[in-house]
């Protein structure tokens, strides 16, 4: 039997057998900071895709990061992909950015079927590996690199989900800094949250919704911080520094 078979059926039943105790957003396992000596704060954004408002892109957010030369993970839906394929390779293809897996059908990571924002969650293990594997190997099969970080639909988990992810070799994306709060902050309050950030955080925000106050929040906010000696980084600069919650 392929040894990938053999661990993914050595998963199911481990994680069949104990039930999880924890559902949130902060859960033992989720990245959520990291540390470092430097005045340095990552930037992720979010394109969750699924409808014609989500699978939007702001192309003026991304084209500020560019002329500015700001690095930032972009943790990408496989829906998302599938309506924006060209804005994709694109954006795989600048050294800026890191390609990171937002699910294959952005569901919230549990393994009993838990709901959060009216949106169900995975139902089970096998469903867990399904939502992450699933555009991880669309996103391998496009860049030829596979990603090493995810974040689930609505950024919920529970405990043994996270233990999956693990399995699996994947770290999950957490945050200490909500940005935009699902693109529902006005410019105003997603500036004032990245102007709270302080080193080693990580920062939430969304590149799918250019109708929102997201974009010129992150102009506001992030040429403040410039001024005050902040200079940004991906993930995978800071992997060695990263703090799981216990």
């Not at 078979?5 to 105790?21: E, G, Y």
């Not at 859960?27 to 979010?46: C, M």
């Not at 994709?88 to 699910?103: D, R, V, Y």
């Not at 955080?201 to 403040?224: F, K, L, Q």
Request: hydrophobic content about 40%.
């Amino acid at each position: 039997m392929p040894i990938l078979i053999v661990l993914l059926l050595n998963i199911t039943f481990l994680f069949a057998q104990t039930p999880p105790l924890q559902w949130s957003e902060n859960v033992t396992g989720v990245v959520t900071h990291f540390h470092s000596n430097k005045k340095e704060i990552a930037l992720t954004f979010d394109a969750c895709g699924g409808s014609a408002r989500s699978s939007q892109y702001d192309a003026r957010l991304i084209e500020f990061l560019i002329q500015n030369h700001i690095p930032a993970t972009l943790f990408i839906n496989a829906r998302w992909i599938d309506s924006n394929p060209d804005i994709f390779m694109q954006l795989s293809h600048n050294p800026l950015f890191e390609i990171a897996n937002h699910g294959t059908a952005h569901k919230p990571l549990s393994v009993e079927g838990k709901s959060i924002y009216n949106i169900h969650g995975t139902a089970s293990a096998d469903e867990v590996i399904s939502e992450i594997e699933g555009n991880n190997q669309k996103i391998e099969k496009l860049t030829g690199i596979r990603p090493t970080f995810f974040r689930a639909g609505t950024a919920y988990y529970d405990e043994n989900a996270v233990a999956i992810a693990h399995t699996l070799g994947m770290e999950i994306g957490g945050f200490s800094i909500l940005g935009d709060a699902g693109a529902t902050f006005s410019a105003p309050k997603v500036a004032q949250q990245l102007i709270s950030a302080h080193s080693g955080d990580i920062v939430i925000c969304h590149m799918n919704h250019p109708e929102g106050g997201t974009r010129e929040g992150i102009i506001e906010g992030v040429n403040a911080l410039i001024k005050e000696g902040f200079t940004f980084v991906r993930l995978s600069d800071v992997k060695k520094n990263l703090v799981r919650i216990p």
